[in-house]
Nanobody, 127 residues
């Protein structure tokens, strides 16, 4: 079992930056791929970014490529999402998620592919 707790959300203005954190506990965090998703009001949960278990491979949704950076510190059991040049379209609840596949290298972008979820953190970007 893996427990995930996100933090770092808030209200910012367009063009600002935020860094989200996701602290993991339970299973050996360093062996599992992680992802960030987001869910705007009234919409479905969408993929944002993926990072492999080692941190050596990342993948991004087109909408955030070049602006967001996913990273992880396995010594601290934490995954991060650095978000720059934020726009109102980035407003959503942001969730981190972990796959239960030990050291899998498959890039997964659908919510059903992830087994563990945090409670989410709200990011609101004003224009």
């Amino acid at each position: 079992q893996v427990q995930l707790v996100e933090s770092g959300g808030g209200l910012v203005q367009a063009g600002d930056s935020l860094r989200l954190s996701c602290a993991a506990s339970g299973r050996t965090f360093s062996n599992y791929p992680m992802g960030w998703f987001r869910q705007p009001p009234g919409k479905e949960r969408d993929f944002v970014a993926y990072i492999s278990w080692s941190g050596g491979s990342t993948y991004y949704a087109d909408s955030v490529k070049g602006r967001f950076t996913i990273s992880r510190d396995n010594a601290k059991n934490t995954v991060y999402l650095e978000m720059n040049s934020l726009t109102p379209e980035d407003t959503a609840v942001y969730y981190c998620a972990a796959r239960g596949s030990w050291r899998s290298l498959e890039v997964k972008t659908t919510p059903v592919s992830y087994d563990y979820w945090g409670q989410g953190t709200q990011v609101t970007v004003s224009s």
